[in-house]
């Protein structure tokens, strides 16, 4: 398995910026992607943004043009740029990884983080 440690969310107007943050804890698991999801009460978990290790990027097509999603391989971090944020927007955002070890696939989750747009 692997630690996902998340920071980075908020309170912000519609209209304005988040930068989150995710780190995963060393690992001797390959991690071939990492990506942010987020639900909402009553909803089921979407994604968002995913990167693999060599940079192929996909998105929500909610958010695309207003997220990017970028990683530090050396540092085992993703990071997920919101701009123009939305009150449809707000929900609870998690980190994703996807592992490999031995031919087997695996996934971790980060705790979560609020992101809260609101005026």
């Known amino acids: 398995q692997v630690q996902l440690v998340e920071s980075g969310g908020g309170l912000v107007q519609p209209g304005g910026s988040l930068r989150l943050s995710c780190q995963a804890s060393?690992?001797?698991?390959?991690?071939?992607?990492m990506g942010w999801y987020r639900q909402d009460p009553g909803k089921s978990r979407e994604l968002v943004a995913t990167i693999t290790t060599g940079g192929s990027t996909d998105y929500a097509d909610s958010v695309k043009g207003r997220f990017t999603i970028s990683r530090d391989n050396a540092k085992n971090t993703v990071y997920l740029q919101m701009n123009s944020l939305q009150p449809e927007d707000t929900a609870v955002y998690y980190c994703?990884?996807?592992?490999?070890?031995?031919?087997?696939?695996?996934?971790?989750w980060g705790q979560g983080t609020q992101v809260t747009v609101s005026s």
């Open positions: 060393r690992t001797i698991f390959s991690i071939t992607a």
């Open positions: 994703n990884a996807k592992l490999t070890h031995f031919g087997g696939r695996y996934d971790s």
